[in-house]
């Protein structure tokens, strides 16, 4: 038996080992070593009590993973793990630290991780800091023409800025920016609180506790004030004998608001008709205004109205004798 076996066993070994090595092309051909990039975040650890990444170089790294091509294309999503140490960076001064890349657990052996790029971050750490502000509303966009808006409403009106010292004193005002154009009535909705530096320029790196502020906006008809003089209505006519010589008015310009295209139309406003018919004498009377349309007065407004009547022709009076002449 043993003998029979031993016979031509190099040819034997030969074909084994050719078998193999067929095996092995086959299954290279149907499922090949390929590679395949993952971008992932970054994940800090031991980061001092107290303190924040004020400035990161990337967030994120590539991590190449190498292995078959089956198992590369059923990798899930979050199949890497990088993570970089904190524990020895100083504060308040950039930092070089090294990133550690690992296979999620349940990652087949046949997959390895043959690169990482980049293989540090560069980072700052700072004090972390709070500051309150008020909260500013800065509508985007315009206001249908000859509308306004009104003083708006905003809840809360304030917030809190958390970030590195440096961030958070950069930080100048923090505004809510409703979109506006088009818009008319009422505008109500909860909007994104920024943080802007004096430049009004976008401050990154800080949060803002609340994230969002509620806003009421009003947008109603652009008005102004106007003095409007005042006519008064005089009707019928004195008794016979008897004129007009004069009519004053007190006072005799009321202000008035409206629109400004409408104000632009108006210059005189009329009183309550005023009845002089039979008068004999002065007539005085308070009267109201006639209403003007679209227009309306600042306040409630009375003007006094007098009406000198005077005779038409005066009685003459006694001759009066020449003064004699100068004795010499």
């Given at each position: 038996m043993l003998a029979r076996l031993r016979e031509n066993l190099s040819y034997k070994l030969l074909a084994l080992l050719c078998a193999c090595a067929l095996r092995w092309y086959v299954d290279a051909q149907q499922n090949p070593i390929k590679t395949h990039d993952v971008h992932t975040t970054v994940v800090t650890r031991n980061l001092p009590t107290g303190m924040l990444i004020a400035d990161q170089s990337s967030p994120t790294v590539t991590v190449t993973l190498e292995g078959p091509l089956e198992e590369l294309s059923r990798?899930?999503?979050?199949?890497?793990?990088?993570t970089a140490d904190l524990s020895s960076v100083h504060t308040g001064r950039q930092s070089s630290v090294p990133v550690e890349a690992k296979l999620a657990p349940g990652i087949p052996g046949t997959v390895t991780i043959s690169d990482t790029e980049p293989r540090t971050i560069t980072l700052t750490l700072q004090p972390k800091r709070k500051r309150r502000?008020?909260?500013?509303?800065?509508?985007?966009?315009?206001?249908?023409?000859?509308?306004?808006?009104?003083?708006?409403?905003?809840?809360?009106?304030?917030?809190?800025?958390?970030?590195?010292?440096?961030?958070?004193?950069?930080?100048?005002?923090?505004?809510?920016?409703?979109?506006?154009?088009?818009?008319?009535?009422?505008?109500?909705?909860?909007?994104?609180?920024?943080?802007?530096?004096?430049q009004k320029r976008p401050v990154d790196n800080v949060s803002l506790v609340?994230?969002?502020?509620?806003?009421?906006?009003?947008?109603?008809?652009?008005?102004?004030?106007?003095?409007?003089?005042?006519?008064?209505?005089i009707t019928g006519v004195p008794a016979p004998g008897f004129k007009i010589t004069d009519v004053q008015v007190n006072p005799a310009r009321v202000p008035f608001t409206g629109r400004i295209d409408t104000l632009a139309r108006v210059g005189v406003v009329s009183t309550a008709p005023i009845d002089i018919t039979g008068a004999a004498q002065d007539v005085v009377k308070t009267v109201t205004?006639?209403?003007?349309?679209?227009?309306?007065?600042?306040?409630?407004?009375?003007?006094?109205?007098?009406?000198?009547?005077?005779?038409?022709?005066?009685?003459?009076g006694p001759a009066i004798a020449p003064a004699p002449p100068a004795q010499p």
């Amino acid at each position: 038996m043993l003998a029979r076996l031993r016979e031509n066993l190099s040819y034997k070994l030969l074909a084994l080992l050719c078998a193999c090595a067929l095996r092995w092309y086959v299954d290279a051909q149907q499922n090949p070593i390929k590679t395949h990039d993952v971008h992932t975040t970054v994940v800090t650890r031991n980061l001092p009590t107290g303190m924040l990444i004020a400035d990161q170089s990337s967030p994120t790294v590539t991590v190449t993973l190498e292995g078959p091509l089956e198992e590369l294309s059923r990798l899930p999503e979050n199949s890497v793990i990088v993570t970089a140490d904190l524990s020895s960076v100083h504060t308040g001064r950039q930092s070089s630290v090294p990133v550690e890349a690992k296979l999620a657990p349940g990652i087949p052996g046949t997959v390895t991780i043959s690169d990482t790029e980049p293989r540090t971050i560069t980072l700052t750490l700072q004090p972390k800091r709070k500051r309150r502000m008020g909260i500013r509303v800065e509508p985007s966009g315009s206001a249908p023409e000859g509308y306004v808006f009104r003083k708006p409403d905003v809840a809360p009106v304030e917030a809190t800025v958390i970030g590195g010292e440096d961030a958070v004193n950069r930080v100048f005002r923090l505004v809510v920016r409703p979109e506006v154009t088009g818009a008319g009535g009422v505008l109500e909705d909860d909007y994104q609180i920024r943080a802007i530096d004096d430049q009004k320029r976008p401050v990154d790196n800080v949060s803002l506790v609340p994230p969002t502020a509620h806003v009421r906006l009003g947008i109603i008809e652009e008005t102004t004030n106007k003095d409007l003089l005042v006519s008064p209505d005089i009707t019928g006519v004195p008794a016979p004998g008897f004129k007009i010589t004069d009519v004053q008015v007190n006072p005799a310009r009321v202000p008035f608001t409206g629109r400004i295209d409408t104000l632009a139309r108006v210059g005189v406003v009329s009183t309550a008709p005023i009845d002089i018919t039979g008068a004999a004498q002065d007539v005085v009377k308070t009267v109201t205004l006639s209403p003007l349309r679209a227009l309306s007065p600042v306040a409630a407004v009375q003007v006094t109205v007098t009406v000198h009547i005077v005779p038409v022709f005066t009685a003459p009076g006694p001759a009066i004798a020449p003064a004699p002449p100068a004795q010499p």
